[in-house]
T-cell receptor
């Protein structure tokens, strides 16, 4: 299977703490994207990182990509209760179509 | 610029009926993708279309499911003779191009319930 896998499956932290989520995948990629999904809602695009990039920042978000280990991490700094959601990584694989291959997600709970 | 629109947001069908899900991509986007999400799971790719063409349907079940993206109008995902196992959230996404360089922007989803 080419499906990515997020780790951990669930994470519970206090407001103000940092949250780190990891994602691993199996085949070479063109890019990797992180999405957030609030319960019962659609997906919100967070960051796209290309295979030739190692790190990207957007506000309180920091994404790293290690293509040699086929892994990525999403760091949310100074978390807020509103960050409570499921976070998914999704990859576009080299040589394939533009389809995204999703992991099962990390369920983040930020306690006030 | 309106985002990706999907309708209906909720759809209830009895077993054996047909379900039609509609997706209007973002303005300027000519690439449309359909994904299905079962409860507590990630999204699974179904089909990738450009205007009037199916590019990749490797995730579509072989029977009862079809998709189109006509020259004019929204993309349609059609499920014939629905069964209980078709109950899921169906998400549409769009992007302005290909080549592994573009984000996919998602609509709010259609939640299909088969009774």
């Amino acid at each position: 299977s080419q499906q990515g896998e997020e780790d951990p499956q669930a994470l519970s932290i206090q407001e103000g703490e940092n949250a780190t989520m990891n994602c691993s995948y199996k085949t070479s990629i063109n890019n990797l994207q992180w999405y957030r999904q609030n319960s019962g809602r659609g997906l919100v695009h967070l960051i796209l990182i290309r295979s030739n990039e190692r790190e990207k920042h957007s506000g309180r978000l920091r994404v790293t990509l290690d293509t040699s280990k086929k892994s990525s991490s999403l760091l949310i700094t100074a978390s807020r209760a509103a960050d409570t959601a499921s976070y998914f990584c999704a990859t576009v694989h080299q040589g394939g179509s533009e389809k995204l291959v999703f992991g099962k997600g990390t369920k983040l709970t930020v306690n006030p | 610029n309106a985002g990706v629109m999907q309708n209906p947001r909720h759809l209830v069908r009895r077993r054996g009926q047909e379900a039609r899900l509609r997706c209007s991509p973002m303005k300027g986007h000519s690439h449309v993708y359909w994904y299905r999400q079962l409860p507590e799971e990630g999204l699974k790719f179904m089909v990738y279309l450009q205007k009037e063409n199916i590019i990749d349907e490797s995730g579509m079940p072989k029977e009862r499911f079809s998709a189109e993206f006509p020259k004019e109008g929204p993309s349609i995902l059609r499920i014939q003779q629905v069964v209980r196992g078709d109950s899921a959230a169906y998400f549409c996404a769009s992007s302005p191009g290909s080549g592994g360089r573009y984000e996919q922007y998602f609509g709010p989803g259609t939640r299909l319930t088969v009774t």
